[in-house]
């Protein structure tokens, strides 16, 4: 039996730093990092989510949360530690489409006519009042998935950018790390990668479900609350008693942008184009 020491663990995170693949997946990592922290900072104030007219919850929280997740992941690959990497990528999975499941089920008390404003409780606004109290039990990520996709304007999205079957797909990869389901499911040593599997290939991998995770979700955001990816000149001005320049209000900051025009193909290339129609947001 292997008896690992400090030593040990030096000498792998030496040999992670010696091997180019692996060190363009920490800087991909950090990328997505520093993505998700701006977008929190972008989001903050416009993502508040009034549950059942009861109570109201900071949605930011958990970009935050993700952003932070993000960091753990990049740790988790400076030792090559895969299934842990994986492990939290479920979470960040989980955790942005949770974010996104807060505002849809918000939006949609509002969505239909005032009526509706004081309807019963439904029973995804109970899930998410038992979360606000740290109560929430067996929420799966299916039923927020299912929930988003009844969404009319993301059904038409999910559908023609056959969605559902990546993230099934998806999910199941990332099941196999979180469960251990076979030998090769388990943290191994960089050494162990080189020689036993194919250290490109698993870098690889792991990249393009970070990057397709991250780009999905910003395009069902951007396309179910656009003004979540609208740059502020437009708040600016209103707050300074300017009159904004005209269709400021389509603008998309800067950083957006360029996120979609340098990862849109890990979903789709013609996602920009898809957005531009249904929100007129100038992408």
């Known amino acids: 039996m292997s008896v690992y020491g400090e030593e040990d663990f030096e000498k792998n995170r030496y040999d992670v730093k010696q091997e180019k693949v692996f060190q363009s997946l920490v800087v991909t990592i950090a990328e997505m990092r520093d993505f998700i922290n701006d977008l929190s900072s972008l989001a903050f104030g416009r993502d508040i989510a009034f549950?059942?007219?009861?109570?109201?919850?900071?949605?930011?929280?958990?970009?935050?949360?993700?952003m932070r997740t993000l960091e753990s992941i990049r740790y988790c690959c400076l030792n090559s530690n895969f299934a842990d990497a994986y492990t939290l990528l479920r979470k960040y999975r989980d955790d942005l489409f949770y974010y996104l499941y807060l505002l849809a089920v918000s939006e949609s008390r509002f969505s239909n006519n005032l009526e509706n404003l004081n309807h019963e409780i439904t029973i995804n606004e109970k899930y998410i009042l038992e979360w606000i109290d740290n109560k929430q039990k067996d929420l799966h990520i299916t039923v927020?998935?299912?929930?988003?996709?009844?969404?009319?304007?993301?059904?038409?999205?999910?559908l023609k950018f056959e969605l559902q079957k990546s993230f099934d797909k998806l999910s199941k990869n990332l099941n196999n790390y979180?469960?251990?389901?076979?030998?090769?499911?388990?943290?191994?040593?960089?050494?162990?990668?080189?020689?036993?599997?194919?250290?490109?290939?698993?870098?690889?991998?792991f990249s393009d479900a970070l990057i397709f995770i991250s780009i999905t979700f910003l395009f069902l955001l951007a396309l179910m609350r656009p003004i979540s990816i609208m740059s502020k000149d437009y708040s600016d001005c209103l707050e300074c008693n300017v009159v904004p320049p005209k269709d400021s209000q389509y603008w998309v900051a800067p950083f957006i942008s360029e996120f979609f025009n340098k990862y849109s193909f890990a979903l789709d290339s013609e996602c920009i184009n898809y957005l531009r129609k249904e929100t007129g947001m100038q992408i």
């Open 178 to 205: 979180v469960h251990s389901n076979g030998l090769i499911f388990y943290n191994k040593s960089c050494k162990r990668i080189k020689f036993f599997y194919n250290l490109d290939e698993e870098c690889k991998n």
């Open 144 to 158: 927020v998935l299912k929930y988003l996709a009844s969404m009319p304007i993301l059904k038409n999205a999910i």
């Open 51 to 66: 549950i059942a007219m009861q109570q109201f919850v900071n949605a930011n929280l958990i970009l935050d949360s993700a």
